[in-house]
């Protein structure tokens, strides 16, 4: 019988430089990169106000994991929501037929006669039923 090697903890992230992940160095990198756009267009007092929200911002959505998923998931996840039309898997509809339903003015009576079993169809329904000692595939 063969042995297999499972790989194990496959849902944890390599370390790329130090204690930083692929993911993270790149979304510091989109920091710096937006912040150098934010000096290039806006200046520098307008660089100042918006270096701290932007850090922020970029900083949750590396290392931020709210209930052990990243950030980035919940994000997606609450556009999606958002976005998206809700599905109701079942809604009470009235059945409009019972509603609109008519009642007739002119009943009628129906009489109906008393069914009363005699010996001679209780015997009758078991001659019927009595299989014993037939064969009908023959």
């Keep these: 019988?063969?042995?297999?090697?499972?790989?194990?903890?496959?849902?944890?992230?390599?370390?790329?430089?130090?204690?930083?992940?692929?993911?993270?160095?790149?979304?510091?990198?989109?920091?710096?990169?937006?912040?150098?756009?934010?000096?290039?267009?806006a200046g520098k007092t307008a660089f100042w106000f918006l270096l701290l929200p932007v850090f922020a911002i970029f900083g949750g959505l590396a290392f931020y994991k709210p209930y052990g998923q990243p950030l980035t998931f919940l994000l997606a996840s609450l556009f999606h929501f958002f976005l998206n039309p809700k599905m109701y898997v079942w809604k009470r509809v009235p059945d409009i037929r019972k509603a609109t339903k008519k009642v007739s003015q002119n009943k009628t009576e129906v009489r109906r006669e008393k069914k009363t079993i005699t010996t001679e169809k209780i015997e009758e329904i078991t001659r019927l039923v009595d299989t014993e000692n037939k064969n009908y595939f023959n």
């Design 1 to 41: 019988m063969a042995l297999f090697n499972i790989p194990q903890f496959i849902d944890t992230e390599d370390k790329v430089v130090g204690p930083f992940t692929a993911k993270q160095i790149g979304w510091m990198i989109a920091a710096v990169a937006t912040l150098f756009v934010l000096y290039s267009l």
